[in-house]
């Protein structure tokens, strides 16, 4: 089992105060690099489960958890200091850091992938933005890093709701919050300094309280698929932090954004 004990700064930190999602696969990709330099993120599948905060000191616990001659798949476990439950937990399996051209590489890149479930269909109101990759997107190995390529999507996600009309101040305005409590991504090839991205976003499984947002992001100089992100969100009342059922004229301003059917992405 590897473990490392990192404090939550300021700027690790959303504007509830939260560790941020992104902040979360950040300490993942500072475990990693401690373990194994050669190896970088694939597929990973993390559940939030409580919120950490600025000032606390977060342990994350890895522990190898299937193995082949190609791929290494870590259990992973993020606990408060003090207190005796997990605050999130991931799967990640990682890949070699080598040219994703490879055949090997294909091949295990397509297995995570169908791993996925089916991609339904974008709608007619998919919205999408599009960003360049400057240096400062860049990790130490040159590429963008998974916890990035995640960020490129939760910005995308505040466009979508801004978009729609409602801003998070909104949404506070009405005594409400969306908070994020999975996300299930493969990032399939990294991207490079001076590429274009265009990253995609819609809607489906939409239920009582929770609904599915899907992102794919591409480069757009071929339309080749960097990355696929699933993102499971829950709407909560804005003081308790309890599960409400999504707002009628919330719902009403999305349905453009709404995937009609599934299909094999």
């Keep these: 089992m590897q473990e490392i004990r990192l404090p939550i700064r300021h700027y690790e930190c959303d504007a509830y105060g939260h560790l941020n999602n992104v902040s979360y696969v950040r300490y993942l990709e500072e475990a990693l690099l401690q373990g194994d330099a050669g190896r970088r993120m694939l597929h990973l599948v993390m559940d939030y489960l409580y919120p950490a905060r600025f000032g606390q000191t977060v342990e994350l616990r890895m522990t190898p958890d299937g193995e082949d001659e190609?791929?290494?798949?870590?259990?992973?476990?993020?606990?408060?200091?003090?207190?005796?439950?997990?605050?999130?937990?991931a799967m990640v399996e990682t890949i070699a850091l080598q040219s994703p051209s490879e055949?090997?590489?294909?091949?295990i890149v397509q297995q995570a992938m169908d791993a996925l479930p089916l991609l339904p269909a974008p709608p007619p109101g998919a919205y999408t933005q599009r960003h360049g990759v400057s240096w400062q997107d860049l990790d130490l190995t040159r590429r963008v890093s998974e916890a990035t390529m995640l960020g490129f999507a939760e910005d995308c996600g505040m466009g979508v709701i801004a978009a729609h009309g409602w801003p998070p101040e909104r949404m506070a305005a009405e005594g409400f919050a969306i908070i994020l409590r999975r996300h299930d991504a493969v990032f399939a090839t990294p991207a490079c300094l001076g590429e274009e991205l265009k990253i995609a976003t819609w809607v489906s499984d939409v239920k009582r309280i929770s609904a599915t947002r899907h992102y794919t992001i591409r480069r757009v100089a071929d339309g080749m698929l960097l990355a696929r992100i699933d993102t499971l969100g829950v709407w909560v009342d804005f003081a308790t932090g309890r599960p409400i059922r999504i707002p009628a004229d919330f719902a009403r301003d999305f349905a453009p954004n709404v995937s009609p059917a599934p299909t094999r992405g």
């Excluded at 190609?70 to 937990?89: H, I, K, Q």
């Design 70 to 89: 190609r791929s290494l798949r870590w259990a992973c476990d993020f606990r408060v200091m003090g207190l005796p439950d997990p605050v999130a937990a």
């Design 103 to 107: 055949p090997a590489q294909i091949e």
